[in-house]
């Protein structure tokens, strides 16, 4: 994917720097080389190292199969031992998010956009990308239904349009919306009027209703657009929705990446300890 493309090439960017800073040819790099540059990452986290090391190996035999080097260094990238159990989620409290919510003016037309934008992420989990790829021609008004591609999973996905997200959406497009010949939905309210920009998280509205809302985060939580979907999923397991169905709901191809939110299902793994004591007096005769 772009994405996927773009993180690649940021991490091949720190290989090929160093190179520069040490006047390292292509075809001059040996084994030696790969343990000095390792040694510059120590500052970055385990997983961080990691990653770097894949996207490394990935430009040597690039180098090799172009015939930029004699040999495939690849194998020769230090392994980096790291552990990949997956991080839990973070998610907000209900009221925060309703706080959230209750603090845009929708009186205005920026209001009205991040109204629509927040709602598409609370209420269905949809991703930052998927919502600023959004075009006018994906809203289903006669289904109720938003059908869009997933740029992440290149997956098509149908979106129901929620009575409070369509009046929104409608709000938006009626009296928030600048006039412009672009055919994403969601744009910039400044002039020229364009879509948003590909490498925008749109993390300024979330920082700029948070402080209005007075909401206050402990240091170690994330709060970026992408929690709000976090926080979804942590509703409907409250709701005893089945995986399944929040895998649907969240767009992952796979339930094993939906899995990492049974973690945060407290309820659900209180249900699920044994008693030690019950273990120990039970009968085996």
Request: hydrophobic content about 40%; charged content about 25%.
């Amino acid at each position: 994917s772009p994405v996927g493309m773009r993180t690649r090439m940021n991490r091949v960017t720190l290989f090929v720097d160093f190179l520069h800073r040490s006047d390292i040819t292509p075809n001059a790099i040996t084994p030696a080389h790969l343990s000095q540059f390792t040694t510059t990452l120590m500052h970055h986290h385990a997983k961080t190292i990691s990653a770097i090391h894949v996207a490394t190996r990935s430009f040597l035999q690039f180098l090799y199969l172009k015939g930029f080097h004699e040999k495939d260094l690849s194998s020769d990238v230090p392994c980096f031992k790291s552990s990949y159990g997956t991080r839990i989620p973070s998610v907000w409290k209900p009221e925060d998010v309703k706080k959230l919510l209750a603090s845009i003016d929708r009186a205005n037309s920026t209001g009205k956009r991040d109204y629509a934008i927040l709602l598409l992420v609370t209420r269905l989990g949809m991703r930052v990308g998927d919502i600023k790829s959004l075009k006018l021609s994906d809203l289903q008004w006669e289904h109720r239904r938003i059908n869009v591609v997933q740029q992440k999973t290149l997956r098509t996905v149908d979106y129901p349009i929620l009575k409070d997200i369509g009046w929104a959406i409608i709000d938006y497009l009626k009296d928030g919306r600048p006039k412009t010949d672009t055919p994403f939905l969601f744009i910039r309210h400044n002039a020229p009027f364009e879509p948003f920009g590909m490498h925008a998280n749109l993390h300024n509205i979330i920082t700029k209703y948070a402080r209005r809302a007075g909401i206050v985060f402990p240091k170690e939580q994330h709060h970026g657009l992408h929690s709000l979907r976090h926080t979804l999923a942590k509703t409907l397991l409250d709701m005893h929705t089945p995986l399944e169905v929040i895998s649907q709901v969240l767009g992952h191809m796979d339930i094993q990446s939906t899995k990492v939110y049974l973690s945060i299902d407290l309820e659900g793994l209180r249900r699920c300890a044994l008693d030690p004591q019950a273990v120990f007096d039970y009968d085996l005769t």
